[in-house]
């Protein structure tokens, strides 16, 4: 029998966690998924000259673990965008999702991410080439906006034209991007929030899957949104804060789980972390993404500088790391 060798899955993102270059690395995501079960998780933003002309293994590197996990593209040229959603699914990722929001000047002159946003025929080219190459879903990150462009009727042109490609889900992190003069960090703060344009969007297109993205910092306020939206993603709180993804599963995806203790999560990323040092990798490689973990709780600090400080003159990691489980034990 001709089984397929790899059932279709229907990916919720009814809660996710932002693509974060330099942040939600391979080490990243599976420690969230010690965390969470059902939250989706993106890549970092991985450029279609990045695949074509590197090395698309290291780039695409995944473990099984990580699933449910969406891969994030950056380009503009339909043709590469379309070969390199192709070898996000031949590598299993279960979405392809195009970056329309990312601001830097370095991406800008490329073509890729926020500046998008003014040449909505091109996403919709680029996205309709996207979804003839592969068979999993393709979807689009977008800002509501970018300086000279920021009406909602330029907003539902574009959200419009994408569509019209075929598009059925758009995350819309839901402020403007200042595409001269502000760093991205600054882009992540300074132009004001407006999730009434995002919940305006929804209305005004019901068929469309909405995903909320933009200083979202409580399970609270997600279960509010989701009132409103098809879905959250969280972003930076996510990253500060992981411990958050604990009570994901439960509260919103209505999972009858135990949530995993913040000591069992860094337990489990053991065997993981020894299989990296096999590797020739550092610990810390690894470990710098779990230092959000050490909040709230007393030797919290001391979890902290064990991970970030000691450990860059540990003779023996692996001890560090018993040491810091024991830490967290009973938190
Ligand atoms: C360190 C960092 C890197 C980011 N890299 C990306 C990226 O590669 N692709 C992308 O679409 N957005 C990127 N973003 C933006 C986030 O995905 C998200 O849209 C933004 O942080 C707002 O959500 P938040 O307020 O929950 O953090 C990045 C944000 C941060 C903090």
């Known amino acids: 029998m001709n089984l397929p060798s790899k059932p279709a899955t229907t990916v919720s993102r009814r809660f996710s966690v932002a693509p974060m270059m330099d ?33 698309a293994a290291r780039f695409l590197r995944h ?45 800008q002159n490329n073509m890729i991410g926020a500046c998008l946003m003014g040449h909505p025929q091109l996403v919709a080219e ?19 906006g970018i300086n000279g462009r920021d009406s909602y009727a330029e907003l539902c042109d574009f959200v419009g034209q994408v569509r019209e490609a075929g598009c059925r889900s758009f995350t819309v992190h839901a402020r403007i991007a200042i595409l001269e003069g502000l ?10 929030l407006r999730y ?21 910092k409580t399970l609270d306020e997600c279960r509010e949104h989701l009132r409103t939206f098809d879905g959250v993603m969280l972003g930076r709180e996510a990253y500060h804060n992981p411990y958050l993804l604990a009570q994901v599963d439960q ?20 065997p993981y972390i020894e299989r990296h040092i096999a590797e020739g990798g550092a610990m810390h490689h690894v470990t710098r993404h779990v230092l959000g973990l050490g909040q709230g709780f007393p030797g919290a600090r001391r979890f ?28």
């Open 63 to 107: 473990d099984e673990c990580e699933h449910p996990l969406a891969l994030q593209l950056g380009g503009s040229v339909p043709a590469e965008l379309a070969a390199c959603a192709r070898l996000g699914e031949a590598a299993g990722y279960d979405e392809i999702n195009l970056n329309v929001g990312c601001p830097s000047d370095r991406v």
């Open 251 to 270: 509260q919103l995806f209505a999972s009858d789980a135990t949530p995993i203790s913040r000591a069992q999560a860094l337990r489990n990323m053991r």
């Open 23 to 55: 942040w939600t690395d391979r080490h990243c995501r599976y420690f969230l998924r010690q965390l969470s079960r059902h939250t989706l998780l993106y890549t970092e933003m991985v450029t279609t000259g990045a695949l074509l002309h590197g090395e």
């Open 304 to 331: 902290r500088q064990l991970l970030s400080v000691d450990i860059h003159k540990a003779a023996q990691p692996l001890a560090l790391l018993d040491q810091a489980i024991g830490l967290l034990e009973g938190h």
């Open 196 to 216: 009434d344009i995002a919940a305006q969007l929804k209305r005004d297109f019901p068929d469309l899957e909405i995903i909320l993205n933009g200083g979202i």
């Open 183 to 192: 760093s991205p960090k600054q882009n992540r703060e300074v132009p004001p």
């Open 126 to 144: 680029c996205v309709k080439a996207m979804r003839d190459a592969v068979g999993v879903e393709v979807t689009v990150k977008h800002r509501i």
